[in-house]
């Protein structure tokens, strides 16, 4: 495995060209700061030399105030360097996060089908702000310190050459150790990062589906899983424990066995009289040899944010990278329809050679009521789903007003078809904002005014502050009968062309199905409504009905119609719900 991957590092710094002038900003201080750095030292090792053993009190006091300005100009230059590498990568993060949610929001639900919502939450979340550290925490910091390690060898080299071959001669030794440190660490790395994924899916998962947990009592099942799974997490983390432990002190074993051999030799030189070895260059070597292989060890640490950020760069490329978007040929802006409806020999499959639609021909008139019955899995929802374009169809056609419904713009599509789902999904959010879903074409006095016309107006009244009622997450603050009545008004304030109840009525208490009745008859008077439905009672008033099964369209006619058939599926039905 590749310790760096030059191709995905390419491609984030992609992401810094609308900042260019400020990555070349942090660049510049980068080089000031490791000058300055280096500088002291050097100032340090004239100071002893120069004025301290020649008791020059003047001159020592003008090095001193060197020092200090040399100081104050890398206290400066640290400043901006490290403000402005933060600033940037918020700011790179900020345009990942923003052109990776709007790549999400145009997924097709397949996809949504097949990945833990768990997994994405942290690829949006956690995997993004990795990234932010490649820049505050890995590249500038490596760039900062290879430099300063440049501009030190330089002074050490013409400070003294003799003492400085030691250091380069110890140098490859601790280069090596960093080498096998960054191998074994990128490794550790992608493991932890496939432990939070799992991690955070399954506390997602429980934390959704807390209700069936403890209605089943399976909260210590729960909880051995969630010690696995968190075990696993943990043992991760101890893997890069362990390889930090091992390489840190191994880089101060070198580092000071370097300055014992710096001080062995050069003493030796003093003592023989050499005359190229100061007691300044003792000084100044101190610490600079500490300058050197210290951003030597940070630079391998830095790695480690550097290997990090680009573990989770790559998860959130594999998903930008990902295609699998409902498909916007369409150019047409959908108006209001008319309403007439025909599927032509459709065929779909959620999964390849396992048909769930299976040819349908269905044609229905603007402004028909149809109602679509039949067991479960005989294809009705998948119906709603092809026509709202959430899955796309495998042959055939469907057309709305004769024009395929591909033709359309998608989202104008979408805004002309209203569905109400048997599963309610209300925002943390007011009834009044999850009713408008900032539809700037939508007033509050369009809503009142349209919960008046359905008779819901008065339930929402009897609510702790009425619309500005806050339902809290998915709607738990409200009854599923009360969760329906909402979408109910939601889909009717919206003016669809077509409206669409799919299992509206299936789950819940009879005064909500009454007043949802009563409201189905005002909205779907003049406007072309399908119906889904479990139980007959809700749709023997359709205009037509439609039985299905196993993916195929069996019977349709009117309700007395079908009744006439004899061992018909509709009358089977019908029988099995209403004649014991």
């Given amino acids: 495995m590749k310790a ?18 400020r990555f070349n900003g942090v660049v510049i201080w980068a080089i000031s700061l490791s000058i300055f750095a280096a500088l002291r030292p050097y100032l340090l090792k004239e100071t002893v030399d120069g004025y301290i053993q020649t008791q020059d009190k003047q001159g020592l006091l003008f090095y001193i105030i060197l020092m200090g300005i040399a100081l104050f100009l890398e206290v400066v230059s640290q400043f901006y360097f490290v403000y402005w590498a933060n600033w940037l990568g918020q700011d790179i993060v900020k345009d990942i996060r923003v052109k990776l949610f709007d790549h999400m ?7 949504y089908d097949n990945s833990p919502v768990g997994q994405l939450v942290t690829r949006s979340v956690s995997d993004i702000e990795a990234i932010a550290r490649i820049f505050s925490q890995g590249l500038f910091m490596i760039i900062s310190d290879l430099m300063k390690m440049i501009v030190v060898l330089i002074f050490m080299f013409f400070m003294n050459w003799k003492l400085t071959w030691i250091v380069i001669l110890a140098m490859p030794l601790l280069l090596y150790a960093t080498r096998i440190f960054q191998l074994k660490m990128k490794v550790a790395f992608e493991e932890v990062r496939t432990q939070i994924a799992n991690l955070n899916t399954f506390v997602q998962e429980r934390v959704t ?14 909880f051995q899983k969630f010690k696995v799974i968190n075990n696993k997490h943990n043992k991760a983390w101890i893997k890069t424990v362990w390889y930090n432990s091992i390489f840190f ?4 074993i070198i580092s000071s ?18 005359s190229t070895t100061t007691f300044g260059d003792f000084f100044a070597y101190t610490m600079l ?25 790559n998860r959130v490329f594999a998903i930008l990278d990902i295609q699998d978007q409902v498909q916007q040929n369409g150019t047409v802006q959908a108006p209001h329809f008319k309403g007439a409806l025909s599927f032509k020999n459709v065929h779909f499959s959620y999964i390849e050679g396992e048909e769930v639609i299976k040819g349908i021909d269905l044609e229905i008139q603007p402004g028909q009521t149809v109602a679509i019955v039949g067991s479960t899995g005989a294809g009705k929802s998948t119906i709603i789903n092809l026509l709202n374009r959430f899955y796309e169809i495998q042959e055939g056609s469907i057309c709305i007003d004769e024009q395929d419904i591909k033709r359309f713009e998608l989202q104008s599509l979408r805004k002309q078809i209203a569905v109400v ?41 009897t609510l702790p502050n009425g619309y500005d ?43 909500s199905e009454e007043l949802i009745q009563e409201a189905t008859l005002k909205i779907t008077k003049g406007r072309t409504s399908i119906v889904i439905a479990h139980r007959l009672a809700t749709v023997v008033n359709a205009d037509k009905i439609i039985v299905m099964d196993k993916g195929l369209i069996v019977e349709q006619g009117k309700h007395s119609d079908l009744l006439q058939l004899e061992n018909g599926y509709y009358k089977n039905l019908y029988d099995s719900q209403f004649v014991g």
């Fill in 421 to 461: 789902l048997q599963d309610v999904f209300l925002f943390a959010d007011t009834i009044m904002n999850n009713i408008m879903l900032d539809n700037p074409t939508i007033t509050r006095e369009d809503v009142i005014e349209a919960a008046q016309k359905i008779g819901v107006h008065d339930f929402i009244l």
């Fill in 257 to 274: 066995l370097t300055l014992g051999f710096i001080v062995w030799y050069g003493g030796i030189g003093i003592i023989g009289g050499d």
């Fill in 289 to 313: 040899i500490s300058m050197l292989f210290n951003p030597l060890r940070q630079i391998a640490d830095k790695f480690n944010e550097l290997q990090m950020g680009m573990i989770a760069a």
């Fill in 4 to 21: 760096f991957d030059t191709h995905l590092f390419k491609r984030i710094l992609q992401y810094t060209k609308p900042y260019q002038w």
């Fill in 105 to 111: 929001l145009r997924f097709k639900m397949k996809y």
């Fill in 209 to 222: 589906g807390m209700k069936i947990v403890q209605l089943f009592t399976r909260e210590e099942v729960e």
């Fill in 249 to 252: 002190p191994i880089a101060d």
């Fill in 469 to 511: 009622y806050n339902v809290k997450e998915r709607g738990v603050m409200l009854s599923s009968g009360q969760r329906q009545l909402i979408a109910f008004l939601r889909a009717y304030v919206s003016n669809p062309s077509i409206l669409i109840l799919d299992e509206a009525t299936s789950s819940i208490d009879t005064y």
